[in-house]
């Protein structure tokens, strides 16, 4: 969808950027990432032409941009910004339709467009539609700043530091609503960080960079298991092994719970429980209530008066959750492994600890075995 | 940065030494404006000497502007004081309203209730040049951040002592502004003051207007426009000077 | 304080005064010469006094506007019908003229008015009846109060038909100064923003400008302007002379360009970089930003240059008579010429009322064309 070729961008006698190349998938995340200066945000800007290229090639879809009028091209690739850059003097729904009148949209088409925008970022049409950019918070600046990229549905996104402007709670709100957008629209998407949690929570593909130079470009699970050398090494840091949690979903690694109902006898809540220590007490229609320690079960008693309680929505995780939130509930609370429900508190299943570290260990031999020194 | 101050500084002075020789050149404007105006029996105004027009013009402009500053800034410090507050919006609204007014129509104004003449002039300019100092001195020192005053105060400073050396220094260069725009206006308006017979500058342009005669003119403008281009030039100074020790200091 | 102020102007100075025609000084008379309407002043004057010290802020602010418009009611009458008693069985040339009393009175009035104003922001109706009513009363003193017998009155009588030329020519010169400051500021303002040199250059002739008093100005203008009317026949045909409209004209709109020039390249320069950034990369021309982003962004403060220019024009209009143009500035050095008060305050009223609504028309047009969602 997006390819660079031995792209080259010079200020002077300063390489911002190092004959790049690199190619992005139709409907692939691509986050550029380095430390300040490393040319990210140049090549980032080449590709809508704000910065024109010193040398080199880069194509969006087929076409060479280069041949095609700057302002064209900026219309078909949506563009958000860390100082978002909103408006002042025009209100949300007119920042949004921007680029559709632009197009020359008609008026209904784009009061439609706004409305399903506002929707789909989280916020109610109703009640932002006519505001104003200074009315709005850091987070809803920025999540209008992202309906109105997305405004005359370009098949590609460029987002520079789009979040990095943002509290570090509200951030990863944004994130987690970046990443279910994502999943819905299945845009191209290059992404500039600097923030590599950031980055290996986003990304089909990262892209690392230094001094203009790509350093590696590969999905984040083969750079986090092998740094292709040790500015990467380094820059991913040494917590990699937890690093690695963030791209795997508690719904790949969970597995079916042992259940009891509340009201079970107390004969067959022996034989059920029998292959392990703790059960997971629930309602027939499966909503979950506690959990009970079946050796400390005294004969004769029922499930829900042995039980010990449990708060559902803070003592469990949910299937889309990352599997580092499950270790750091698991050890807030203390436990070993942890429920996982969906909204309606309905027990879908566990993650044990021993399974989170088996994907914290998964690529270690590999990564003890790297160089340490970089090659050029 | 200093250095290019004192650059700065030198240039003003020496302008003022070559405008003051120059205006005292009397034979020099003769030669010039004979040369520019040959049909011309007269060049210069007989009725005074260059050197005294341009010294009536300053003595209109330095006592109004001395009187000015030194009523208008305790003024402005005065109603941004606790014990001034009240007078504060009166103040403010009579200087926004007074701005407004043409100076030339407030100098007009002045003759009927003052009279004509030198002094009644000057007290023209004095009230309309209090006008941008007195807002001049309120924002400047209104400018002043609010965290630096408590800080101030936190650190057991009297009132006294934080208005010389807090909220002065800090406001200097906006209180300055102030009292440049007020000479410069000065400048302009002590002009006209010859139209109601006080000397100046002003007399040889109205009176070369009025007989037709374009040498008097310029005998009168092009002192009048150097004359006021210095006075900005050095208040320009005396800014940049007080700027830099706020940087300095800040 | 306020009342203060017009306590003095009721005792201590003369109110009229009485004068053999209208050149030489008059005989001073006090205020009791208005027989009832005397009474009526004083009223409102200790009204004024009680102001300060009412019991409640809304009270105080009734009691202030009450005799502050009040007094400029009755003031008119006061003087209306104590010129009718001084003229009975005098001469025609005979003239009753305001002494500084009245002056001092309307001043303590001005000052009543502006300490109430704080608490008296009321709405537009509760603000604007007061002073319909004390125009309507001024108006009607005219017509049966004797105020038209006040010699200002009877000047202007002498003075009606060249005045209102005089006025238009007046609002003619500083409109077209204006006018031409706009047509030639907003382009150089603009440029200004877009390159450095010009930047500099433009904005530091235009200071030096600005700082050259206005009749050395006009005297530098008359003598090329002279030449080069006697040298290219062509120019004086369409008017521009040594003598007349012209220098007077050029003198104006060089005075108007600082202010606009200024005013557009801050406000151009203030619009934040980010909504430029995004403008560009959403692909707007930059035709395209500078109508629909720049300019609206800029606007408010262009309007506040107009306005200091507009309020600048009108009084500098004044001195392009001594250049020859007709204006209000013919009455007020011909006054001034004459020594005759009246003539001097019928060319200097008029300016300082056409200053006064210039700056409020266009401070309202400010604040109606700044963009609702940037309003403070």
Known sequence: MIRLEDVTRRYGDKTAVDSLSLEVAEGEVCVLIGPSGCGKTTTLRMINRLIEPTSGHIFVGDRDILSMPAEELRRGLGYVIQSIGLFPHLDVAANICVVPRLLGWEKQRMAERVDELLALVGLDPAAYRHKYPRQLSGGEAQRVGVARALAADPPVLLMDEPFGAVDPLNRERLQAEFARIQRELKKTVIFVTHDIDEAIRLADKVAIMRDGKLQQFNTPEEVLNHPANKFVHDFVGADRALKRLVRVRVADVMRSPVTVLADADPISLQEAAGRRRFAYVVQPDGRLLGWLDTRSLAEGTRPAAAMTQMDVAEASVRPDDSLRDALSRMLGLGFRSIAVTDKNDVLLGEVTFAAVEDVMTEGDEHVSNQPTEAPE | ?250 | MGALVALAGVTVLPFLELRANRLVPGVAYPMMAAGSWAYLVWLLVAVGFLSAVLPTAKVRAAASTASGYGLIAATAWAVGAATRSLLVSQQPAMRVSLGAGVWVLLAGTAILGFSGGEERAGTLLRRTVPIVLAVAAVAAAFVWGGLDRISLAREFEVRASSFWSLLGGHLAMSGSGLGLGLLFGVPLGLWATRNRGVRSVVLGVTGVIQTVPSLALLGLLIAPLAALSRAVPVLRAIGVQGIGNAPGLIALTLYALLPIVRNTYVGLSEVDPAVIDAGRGMGMSSWQLLWRVEFPLALPLIVEGVRTASVLLIGIATLTVFAGARNLGNLIFEGLGQFAPDLILLGALPVIALAVIADVALSALGRALTPEGVRA
């Open chain 2, 1 to 250: 940065m200093k250095e290019r101050r004192s650059i700065g500084v030198a240039t003003v002075v020496v302008a003022a030494l070559a405008f003051s020789w120059l205006v005292s050149a009397q034979g020099l404007w003769q030669s010039f404006l004979r040369a520019l105006f040959p049909a011309q029996p007269v060049v210069l105004m007989p009725r005074d000497t260059l050197a005294a027009f341009v010294l009536q013009h300053l003595a209109l402009v330095g006592i109004s502007s001395a009187l000015t500053i030194a009523v208008g800034i305790p003024l402005g410090i005065f109603v941004t004081r606790r014990s001034g507050r009240e007078f504060r919006g009166l103040v403010v609204a009579a200087t926004d309203l007074g701005q407004t007014f043409p100076p030339v129509a407030v100098l007009a104004l002045a003759m009927p209730v003052l009279g004509f003449g030198f002094w009644p002039t000057v007290m023209a300019l004095f009230i309309y040049g209090m006008f941008p100092v007195v807002s001049g001195a309120i924002s400047g020192i209104e400018s002043v951040p609010k965290a630096v005053l408590e800080a101030a105060e936190g650190m057991g400073m009297s009132p006294w002592q934080v208005l010389l050396r807090v909220e002065l220094p800090l406001a200097a260069r906006v209180i300055l502004s102030g009292v440049r725009t007020s000479v410069a206006i000065n400048i302009g308006t002590a002009t006209v003051g010859a139209a109601i017979g006080t000397g100046g500058l002003g007399v040889p342009i109205i009176g070369g207007l009025a007989v037709q005669n374009m040498a008097y003119v310029l005998e009168g403008a092009i002192p009048a426009a150097l004359l006021a281009v210095l006075a900005d030039a050095a208040l320009a100074q005396v800014e940049a000077a007080v700027t830099v020790q706020e940087a300095a200091a800040g």
